[in-house]
């Protein structure tokens, strides 16, 4: 039998899937990057790769699980020179307004703070 107490505490954790399920899609600080950049617009591998800071290896992991996950779509264009081009999807574009509201929060909350970007 659950007690008040326990009850609660399975409502919340009930509550908090969601936002499990969407840290763990897009949580990780590579996927983060990628998806912040690529709300500029199209970007090629190398151009990613500048942006990011991260290793061609690392990055074509993230893209290929960003593109999985229906985040990111990749173009390939044939002529000469072939050059691969990333950008988002509705899905992934749709993460503009959590973005922006990431950084409000950093504004108020982080300042003094040593923030990595």
Same mark, same amino acid.
């Given at each position: 039998?659950? @007690?008040?107490?326990?009850?609660?505490?399975? *409502?919340?954790?009930? *509550?908090?899937?969601?936002?499990?399920? +969407?840290?763990?899609?897009? $949580? &990780?600080?590579?996927?983060?990057?990628? !998806?912040? @950049?690529?709300?500029?617009?199209?970007?090629?591998?190398?151009? !990613? #790769?500048?942006? @990011?800071?991260?290793?061609?290896?690392?990055? &074509?992991?993230? %893209?290929?699980? %960003?593109?999985?996950? $229906?985040?990111?779509?990749?173009?390939?264009?044939?002529?000469?020179?072939?050059? @691969?081009?990333? &950008?988002?999807?509705? #899905?992934?574009? +749709?993460?503009?307004?959590?973005?922006? *509201?990431?950084?409000?929060?950093?504004? &108020?909350? !982080?300042?003094?703070?040593?923030?990595?970007?």
């Amino acid at each position: 039998m659950a @007690t008040p107490q326990s009850q609660n505490s399975i *409502e919340r954790q009930e *509550e908090a899937c969601p936002v499990v399920a +969407s840290i763990e899609q897009i $949580g &990780s600080q590579w996927r983060l990057a990628v !998806l912040h @950049t690529l709300l500029e617009g199209e970007h090629r591998f190398n151009e !990613l #790769k500048r942006e @990011t800071g991260a290793n061609a290896r690392t990055l &074509s992991r993230v %893209l290929d699980d %960003l593109g999985e996950t $229906g985040f990111v779509e990749r173009r390939l264009e044939e002529d000469a020179p072939i050059a @691969t081009y990333y &950008s988002l999807t509705e #899905k992934g574009e +749709s993460l503009e307004p959590v973005f922006e *509201e990431i950084s409000c929060w950093a504004d &108020s909350w !982080l300042e003094g703070e040593a923030v990595d970007a």
